[in-house]
């Protein structure tokens, strides 16, 4: 079983069938209207389609290679800085609005900071001064954009 | 003459001193990220383009150009100094100009490479200055159908310049297509692929889709490999090269701005492609007896790419710019910078805006003049961010996506979709599918849709239109004749090794 995950075009081909067969049937829910008069569900009915089989020749590939493959490192995902910074950039969202861009970035540079194999908060925590600074100076002060700066102004 | 009349009138708008001033302030901004390691021109673009928003339109497209010529040149400096390419089109410089800065010429490599554009980025202004009129006269003649077979044509040759399978390429391209579908319906008003998500029946932002994808699954495969850079600051050398510099390399630099011009024009053209074909062109012109030889810090490897690939920089703008149909990724992300500013490029520009496409065309050639100015002295700033090491890097460039992004709606919305496309990106990454053919369907998507109705709807649902029309059935001929070849198992061998070369 761990061989098939070191392949990466059966993956790849895996992710593309999915996709394609996501979009394919999600087109059954509109209108397919005829060539002459298209409805919304004709275009991506096809391509989804077209997709599908892509996604099935590329797996087909990949099965056939399988052996090239298992001799292989592997793709060696690494998760944890996916995590750490898909966190950050989600918590930067989420805070933005309601306590402003200060906190926001405080918690973005921190948080993803976490994610360097060579920490240094106190170099962490200038780059963040510079960062509030410099993101008010040109964002809030410079180009006027909506943004809040702290909760409470 | 039409075309100094023409140009005058371009360099009335360009050289105003605020437009000036914004020409200035993109190139800089555009180098000062450019040149961070792991940046391309698409992120710095994507990251800068709230920048331009307060402005009236005509300085925001002169400024946007200028991000974008400074973003190309801050890859190259990357390149040079650290063998570090920002960006696909900057990977042959790095062969021969990290050499030349391995044996103290870096100087002299950053002077030839900036020289050298500036050249090439003048004669390519001329070249669309006089194309463009023509072309645009030419695609009022396209009907939908011509469109159609012509957007398939340019994403068939994206991918050409896609690294790895073909196969892969294409199901990236129709990937992009259809996340282009998301949203409502034009014609129908139906929301498609929403999933009662309000805010997706507005579609998926591109530029939160290129920020993902370019910038944050950057950062996550870059987090991954870990740090390994070698900076070579402590003698950049004289920049300006010596005379047997300039005798050596003026053949190159015109080489290389005419095959760099040339295949800029092409669909799927652009930078990339430039710089790739013009450095192996160089190297077999030069033969074996080169000295040094190509890959050991030959300058003629340094100035034969640069001029290239800013020629194909510039030249790409005239598909853009005429048919409003975009070459490569980077000007998918200009079409959905300029629709920000309300602004639809297409061959109706011409006339009904001269002011705007003379003044975006003289901006060009203040754009790369600009570049020489501020380049040369600034190496020594440049050098300095060269320095940073990533783990402060990273978070910086977070913050600039982030809030980059929010600032296109103000919506919060958007920045989790860079989140969700980060991560995104990074499977692509690690599963080998390229993802600059996915950011160019996502643009022409919508486009292709829209034209293939119209033509099947004028043709009563016959597709004989799409051969029978001329102008469509060359542009689909062409595209058969691309796929053709690239399947042809000899062709498929020399394009790997193209991208794997030394």
Known sequence: MNGFLKNKDLLAGLMFIVIGIIFWVGASNYQMGSAARMGPGWFPSVLGGIMTFLGVLIAGIGLKNQATWAQTEGIGWTWKPVVILTIAVVLFGAVLQPLGMVFAIILLTFISGIAAHDKDYKQLAVITVTMCLLCAGVFVWGLKLQMKLFPWS | MDLINNLSLGFGVALTFTNLLYAFIGCLLGTLIGVLPGIGPVATIAMLLPTTYALPPVSALIMLAGIYYGAQYGGSTTAILVNLPGESSSVVTALDGYQMARQGRAGAALGIAAIGSFIAGSFSTLLVAAFAPPLSEAALKFGPADYFSLMVLGLIAAIVLA?????????????????????????????????????????????????????????????????????????????????????????????????????????????????????????????????????????????????????????????????????????????????????????????????????????????????????????????????IPYRLLYPMILVFCCIGVYTVNNTTFDVWIIAAFGVIGYIFAKLECEAAPLLLGFILGPMMEENLRRALLLSRGSPSVFYERPISAVMLFLSVVLLIILALPAIRKKRDETFVED
């Open chain 2, 163 to 387: 690294h790895g399978s073909v196969l892969k390429a294409i199901a990236m391209i129709i990937l992009g297509v259809v996340m282009g579908l998301v949203g409502t319906d034009v014609n129908s008003g139906v929301a498609r692929y929403s999933f009662d998500v309000p805010e997706l029946t507005d579609g998926i932002g591109f530029v939160g889709v290129a920020m993902g994808i370019f910038g944050i699954g950057e950062i996550l495969i870059n987090l991954e490999k870990g740090e390994s850079r070698e900076v070579f600051t402590a003698k950049v050398g004289k920049l300006m090269p010596t005379a047997q510099d300039f005798k050596d390399t003026w053949g190159a630099i015109t080489r290389g701005t005419l095959l760099g011009s040339v295949l800029g024009i092409l669909p799927g053209g652009g930078a990339l492609l430039a710089s790739f074909a013009s450095y192996s062109f160089e190297k077999k012109w030069a033969g074996k007896d080169a000295d040094p030889p190509f890959g050991k810090g030959n300058i003629r490897g340094v100035a034969a790419p640069e001029s290239a690939n800013n020629a194909g920089a510039q030249t790409s703008f005239i598909p853009l710019l005429t048919l409003g149909i975009p070459p490569n990724a980077v000007m998918a992300l200009m079409v959905g910078a300029m629709t920000i500013h309300n602004f639809q490029p297409g061959p109706q520009v011409i006339t009904s805006n001269p002011q705007l496409f003379w003044g975006l065309i003289a901006s060009m050639w203040v754009g790369n003049a600009m570049l020489v100015v501020l380049n040369l002295p600034l190496i020594g700033m440049w050098v300095q961010l060269l320095k």
